[in-house]
């Protein structure tokens, strides 16, 4: 299963919507590679299972493919009251 380790987002990086690429390991630790945002997105609507990994807390959540009101297809943690686990927290690169 892919875990998400750290993300880059566009300007002003305050949403979902804004991450433009992440870093994948195919287990909990290992080599990282990048890859788009569109790419995970189509995996997980494929039936990929994709689970954000925070590398200080080692909190895990599941990842979903969403779409907004304006159409633009994105990836998130499901919704599960906990902020500390959100994509948005995950470092930058």
């Not at 994948?24 to 995970?40: C, F, I, K, N």
């Amino acid at each position: 299963m892919p875990f998400i380790h750290s993300i880059r987002v566009a300007e002003p990086g305050t949403h979902n919507e804004h991450i433009e690429a992440v870093t994948v390991s195919q287990l909990t630790t290992g080599p990282l590679r990048v890859t788009s945002r569109e790419a995970v997105y189509t995996d997980i609507v494929r039936g990929t299972r994709y689970r954000a990994l925070h590398p200080d807390t080692h909190e895990q959540t599941d990842v979903v493919a969403r779409v907004s009101s304006r159409g633009t297809r994105y990836i998130a943690t499901v919704a599960n009251g906990t902020e500390t686990d959100n994509l948005l927290r995950l470092p930058r690169f």
